[in-house]
T-cell receptor, first 112, second 115 residues
């Protein structure tokens, strides 16, 4: 399977703390994307990192990509209750450049 | 410019009925992708269509499922004789260009519940 796998499956943190989640994948990619999904809602695109990039920032989000280890991490700094959601990584693989392969997600709960 | 529209947002069907899910891509987008999200799972690719053409249906179940994207009107995902296992959220995405996921924009999804 080309699907990404997120780790951990669930994460519970206190407001103000940082949240880190990881994604691993199996085959060569063109890019890796992170999405957020609030319970029962649609997907919100957070950030895209290309295979030739190692780190990217967007507001309180920091994404790293290590293509040698086939892994990525998403860091949310200074978390807020509104960050409570499921976070998915999705990979675009070189062999299928329009298909996104999603992992099962990390469920993040931020306690007030 | 309105985003990707999907309707209905929620659909309830009894086993054996048909479900029709609609997706209107963003203006100027001629490429549509359907994904299915089973409970507690990530999205799985189903089918990629361009106007009047199915480009890749490798993720579609072989039976009961079909998709179309006519010259005029929305893309339709049709599920015949629904079963409980079809209960899921169905998302479509659209893009203006071929061959990359970088410009795919997702709709809000249709949540199908089969009783």
């Amino acid at each position: 399977s080309q699907q990404g796998e997120e780790d951990p499956q669930a994460l519970s943190i206190q407001e103000g703390e940082n949240a880190t989640m990881n994604c691993s994948y199996k085959t060569s990619i063109n890019n890796l994307q992170w999405y957020r999904q609030n319970s029962g809602r649609g997907l919100v695109h957070l950030i895209l990192i290309r295979s030739n990039e190692r780190e990217k920032h967007s507001g309180r989000l920091r994404v790293t990509l290590d293509t040698s280890k086939k892994s990525s991490s998403l860091l949310i700094t200074a978390s807020r209750a509104a960050d409570t959601a499921s976070y998915f990584c999705a990979t675009e693989h070189r062999s299928n450049d329009y298909k996104l392969s999603f992992g099962a997600g990390t469920t993040v709960t931020v306690r007030a | 410019n309105a985003g990707v529209m999907q309707n209905p947002r929620h659909l309830v069907r009894r086993r054996g009925q048909e479900a029709r899910l609609r997706c209107s891509p963003m203006k100027g987008h001629s490429h549509v992708y359907w994904y299915r999200q089973l409970p507690e799972e990530g999205l799985k690719f189903m089918v990629y269509l361009q106007k009047e053409n199915i480009i890749d249906e490798s993720g579609m179940p072989k039976e009961r499922f079909s998709a179309e994207f006519p010259k005029e009107g929305p893309s339709i995902l049709r599920i015949q004789q629904v079963v409980r296992g079809d209960s899921a959220a169905y998302f479509c995405a659209s893009s203006p260009v071929q061959g990359t996921s970088e410009t795919q924009y997702f709709g809000p999804g249709t949540r199908l519940l089969v009783l």
